[in-house]
C-alpha cells in the first residue's frame, strides 16, 4: 500500500514556475515507477511526465517537454515536478500517481494516486 499527497500548486503568471512535490508513504516507494497527471476541468485525465525507479529514465508529454522536469528522491520517498515557462494551458489538478509498469503513460497502469493539488495559471 503506498499512500500519495500532493503539495506545492497555486496561483502564478504566465511565464511562471512552481514545484509541486508528492509525498509518498510505505517502505516500498523505490519499487515504484512515479508520474505526474493533469486535469484541467471538463477534460479527461492526461499524462504529464513518469519516471523510473532509479530516476535514471524519463518519458514527458509533448505539451511539457523541455519545460517540465520530474525528479524523484528515494530516501525521502518524494517525487517532484519543477514546471517553467507555465501557460495558462497548464491549469490543471495535478495528481501523482504509483505504478510497477514502465513506462506507465495511461491512468489505468496507475494503483495509487494522491488527491491532487491545484495549480492555474493566469495571462
Known amino acids: 500500500q503506498v499512500q500519495l499527497v500532493e503539495s506545492g500548486g497555486g496561483l502564478v503568471q504566465a511565464g511562471g514556475s512552481l514545484r509541486l512535490s508528492c509525498a509518498a508513504s510505505?517502505?516500498?516507494?523505490?519499487?515504484?515507477?512515479m508520474a505526474w497527471f493533469r486535469q484541467a476541468p471538463g477534460k479527461e485525465r492526461e499524462f504529464v511526465a513518469v519516471?523510473?525507479?532509479?530516476?535514471?529514465?524519463?518519458y514527458y508529454a509533448d505539451s511539457v517537454q523541455g519545460r517540465f522536469t520530474i525528479s524523484r528522491d528515494n530516501a525521502k520517498n518524494s517525487v517532484y515536478l519543477q514546471m517553467n515557462s507555465l501557460k495558462p494551458e497548464d491549469t490543471a489538478v495535478y495528481y501523482c500517481a504509483a505504478s510497477l509498469r514502465w513506462p506507465a503513460r495511461t491512468a489505468t497502469e496507475y494503483v495509487y494516486w494522491g488527491q491532487g493539488t491545484q495549480v492555474a495559471v493566469s495571462s
Open positions: 519516471l523510473d525507479r532509479s530516476g535514471g529514465a524519463t
Open positions: 510505505g517502505r516500498t516507494f523505490s519499487s515504484y515507477c
